[in-house]
């Protein structure tokens, strides 16, 4: 009996990391290129004030657009509000146009993949690696994936630079609202700016769970130039409820690969 579970075991830890191969494939294969375009001061002309100074620090004048992105991260994560932190590697894969990523994530405990493929977001859990325990889709699945890759794209500026679906208003001299469209889904931030003119925060309302909308905030601090860019190297995600800030991750990324077609080996994380 115990030769036959281990058996099980080791087949279905052959059929998730085939699984997200092929995610991760179909991911890159919908990528359109953008390295045909280039990025210009004279672009931000119509911007708000902090915008276009957030532009100036974090891209230089004939930056070429970014189209993928593969990261590596450590970090802590909590899966409830009562819970203790627990360490946390990841990787994540990330397109530009159309909007789409695949995030795994692993603790001792668990494995985790969170994704937006082909205008559809999912959240996997796997106990111990195998087990499914949480399978999570639809609309608000949908949404609050889509506001991942939107904060997320700090990492690759010019993804935030506006286009036919990104677009930037005033609030004030130090915080503007970014609104982004995509196949009927309309999500926002409201960013705010330090005096470095760095992205510091966003604040958005995010679902919780199917029927729980939540007031959300996303920290990034630790800028440093990767590429010829500024990018922050930590990230930190809370929840704003009545009972006060509850923060349950804090990544650091160790590793930046842009325009990459390279897949690594997922069977490390799946």
């Known amino acids: 009996m115990k030769n036959k579970i281990l058996i099980l075991i080791i087949l279905n830890m052959g059929l998730i990391s085939c699984s997200t191969t092929k995610q991760v494939e179909k991911l890159f294969s919908e990528s359109k290129t953008l390295k045909n375009q280039t990025f210009h001061y004279e672009q931000l002309n119509e911007l708000p004030a902090p915008v276009q100074r957030y532009f100036r620090y974090a891209l230089k004048d004939g930056q070429t657009y970014l189209s993928k992105l593969h990261l590596k991260h450590t970090g802590k994560f909590k899966t409830g509000i009562d819970k203790d932190w627990v360490d946390i590697e990841g990787e994540q894969y990330f397109t530009a146009q159309p909007p789409g990523f695949i995030w795994i994530g692993k603790t001792k405990a668990f494995k985790a993949k969170d994704s937006y493929i082909s205008n559809k977001g999912n959240l996997s859990v796997y106990l111990f690696g195998f087990l499914r325990i949480v399978k999570s889709e639809g609309p608000t699945v949908n949404q609050a994936e889509l506001l991942r890759w939107l904060g997320e794209s700090a990492w690759m500026p ?31 931030y409201t960013v705010h700016f330090n005096e470095k003119n760095q992205i510091t925060r966003l604040q958005t309302e995010r679902y919780m769970n199917p ?56 069977s490390a994380f799946f």
């Not at 006060?244 to 897949?263: C, L, S």
């Open 158 to 188: 010019t993804n935030l630079l506006p286009n036919e679906h990104i677009s930037w208003s005033p609030i004030d001299d130090k915080t503007a609202k970014l609104n982004f469209e995509w196949q009927g889904e309309n999500v926002y």
């Open 211 to 266: 029927d729980r909308l939540e007031k959300w905030e996303g920290c990034l601090s630790n800028y440093q130039e990767v590429n010829g860019m500024m990018i922050p190297e930590k990230i930190e995600a809370s929840w704003l409820l009545k009972e006060g800030k509850h923060t349950y991750a804090n990544f650091k990324v160790e590793e930046f690969v842009f325009d990459t077609q390279e897949i690594s080996d997922s």
